[in-house]
């Protein structure tokens, strides 16, 4: 008997930030029942649709915000923050018509963000993310003790960073060193790894140019990760080898940072549709 069951299927909106690509869902209007499964699905590149993740666009909780993120590993993990996708969202609810204004407030795990968009004829060209201020107490999820060998900076921006500073970034393994130190002892719920050396530190208060490769919890090498980016802009400023403004050059492209006086970190860069397309969960 021929199976007649409708296999639901989903639209869905593939962005990218410098790379970092993922799978974006307006939950407001459809569902996604299994999020950290259909991660899995959808954001292999063999058999999917081929992703760093998914990111599903909701509603807020708060009357006082305008939408909600939540985000997924290729893993299937969940992220607490993502500035990229977050710049991403600025640029989707924009023209998408969803929203009107140039700052759009985003509930996240780690908090509430505000994205400033710049918007020329109609199209958002880039978003600057207050992402907050960074956090280097060592947090609950860390032992305390580096992972031997290594002489790296704690940062958090509302997630995880182990920031190491190199001579050569091209002589460094990152996939082999990331995953070794992801799964390092020293973290016990896993961590994200940046290389960073720095390629341009001019005298003047320009910005330092810092090459920076990352190994992202969950998903492995990625193009771009805006968190990652401004925690090597905050350790390489706290460390004494760059000021308070930094030109982050990743494998996808530049992400622009400052650490304010005012303590909060921004980070401007783009944001890009890729494609449209429906796809079963």
Same mark, same amino acid.
């Given at each position: 008997?021929?199976?007649?069951?409708?296999?639901?299927? #989903?639209?869905?909106?593939?962005?990218?930030?410098?790379?970092?690509?993922?799978?974006?869902?307006?939950?407001?209007?459809?569902?996604?029942?299994?999020? $950290?499964?259909?991660?899995? @699905?959808?954001?292999?590149?063999?058999?999917?649709?081929?992703?760093?993740?998914?990111?599903?666009?909701?509603?807020?909780?708060?009357? $006082?915000?305008?939408?909600?993120?939540?985000?997924?590993?290729?893993?299937?993990?969940?992220?607490?923050?993502?500035?990229?996708?977050?710049?991403?969202?600025?640029?989707?609810?924009?023209?998408?018509?969803?929203?009107?204004?140039?700052?759009?407030?985003?509930?996240?795990?780690?908090?509430?963000?505000?994205?400033?968009?710049?918007?020329?004829?109609?199209?958002? @060209?880039?978003?600057?993310?207050?992402?907050? $201020?960074?956090?280097?107490?060592?947090?609950?999820?860390?032992?305390?003790?580096? =992972?031997?060998?290594?002489?790296?900076?704690? %940062?958090?921006?509302?997630? =995880?960073?182990?920031?190491?500073?190199?001579?050569?970034?091209?002589?460094?393994?990152?996939?082999?060193?990331?995953?070794?130190?992801?799964?390092?002892?020293?973290?016990?719920?896993?961590?994200?790894?940046?290389?960073?050396?720095?390629?341009?530190?001019?005298?003047?208060?320009?910005?330092?140019? #810092?090459?920076?490769?990352?190994?992202?919890?969950?998903?492995?090498?990625?193009?771009?990760?805006?968190?990652?980016?401004?925690?090597?802009?905050?350790?390489?400023?706290?460390?004494?080898?760059?000021?308070?403004?930094?030109?982050? %050059?990743?494998?996808?492209?530049?992400?622009?940072?400052?650490?304010?006086?005012?303590?909060?970190?921004?980070?401007?860069? =783009?944001?890009?549709? %890729?494609?449209?397309? $429906? @796809?079963?969960?």
């Amino acid at each position: 008997m021929t199976d007649t069951t409708t296999i639901k299927k #989903i639209p869905f909106t593939k962005m990218q930030g410098a790379g970092n690509d993922y799978i974006y869902v307006n939950t407001l209007l459809y569902s996604v029942p299994d999020p $950290e499964a259909t991660a899995i @699905k959808w954001s292999d590149r063999h058999f999917g649709i081929g992703s760093d993740g998914l990111v599903l666009i909701g509603a807020p909780k708060s009357k $006082e915000n305008d939408f909600s993120m939540r985000i997924f590993n290729a893993d299937g993990s969940e992220a607490m923050m993502c500035g990229n996708a977050s710049r991403c969202i600025g640029k989707y609810v924009y023209e998408r018509g969803l929203f009107k204004g140039d700052t759009v407030r985003l509930e996240t795990l780690s908090g509430v963000k505000v994205l400033k968009l710049h918007i020329e004829d109609g199209h958002v @060209k880039s978003v600057t993310v207050d992402m907050g $201020e960074p956090a280097f107490e060592v947090p609950a999820q860390f032992t305390g003790t580096k =992972p031997a060998g290594t002489d790296g900076t704690f %940062v958090s921006m509302g997630n =995880p960073h182990y920031v190491n500073f190199v001579d050569d970034i091209k002589e460094i393994d990152v996939a082999g060193l990331g995953k070794q130190l992801e799964f390092s002892p020293s973290f016990p719920e896993r961590c994200n790894i940046e290389f960073a050396q720095i390629t341009a530190h001019p005298a003047s208060s320009a910005a330092t140019s #810092i090459r920076t490769r990352v190994w992202e919890r969950g998903s492995g090498i990625t193009w771009a990760c805006g968190t990652g980016a401004c925690a090597t802009a905050v350790a390489a400023a706290k460390t004494g080898r760059a000021g308070r403004r930094s030109d982050i %050059v990743m494998d996808g492209g530049t992400l622009h940072i400052e650490w304010g006086d005012d303590n909060h970190v921004r980070m401007t860069g =783009p944001a890009e549709f %890729v494609f449209d397309g $429906e @796809k079963e969960c």
